[in-house]
Nanobody, 118 residues
Framework: QVQLVESGGGLVQPGGSLTLSCQASRDIYSFYDMGWYRQVPGKRREMLSVILRGGMTEIANSVKGRFIIGGDNSKNTLTLAMDNLKPEDTAVYYC????????????WGQGTQVTVSS
């Protein structure tokens, strides 16, 4: 059973920075891809950025230029560096990993709360 554990969330002022981490129970490049999503109550979960097995990345327009995804397979860790945070970035942030043998199935972490407020 794959486990994903997020950390690094918290309260930050507008314009501030946070880096989220996702500790996976195995090599992050053993998956089809891994990514970060977020969800606000009452809204659909939103894809922010993914990193594919080959290292290519995709990023949503809503966070492009502010968020950067990274992977360290020596530590089985996925990160999301977030800069210039805005109140509308407030959400629960989730780590996701899609199975290499069946990308229609995926694993999710428990989520970490990010609150951007003065």
């Amino acid at each position: 059973q794959v486990q994903l554990v997020e950390s690094g969330g918290g309260l930050v002022q507008p314009g501030g920075s946070l880096t989220l981490s996702c500790q996976a129970s195995r090599d992050i490049y053993s998956f089809y891809d891994m990514g970060w999503y977020r969800q606000v109550p009452g809204k659909r979960r939103e894809m922010l950025s993914v990193i594919l097995r080959g290292g290519m990345t995709e990023i949503a327009n809503s966070v492009k230029g502010r968020f950067i995804i990274g992977g360290d397979n020596s530590k089985n860790t996925l990160t999301l560096a977030m800069d210039n945070l805005k109140p509308e970035d407030t959400a629960v942030y989730y780590c996701n990993a899609r199975r290499a043998d069946n990308p229609t199935e995926s694993y999710w972490g428990q989520g970490t709360q990010v609150t951007v407020s003065s």
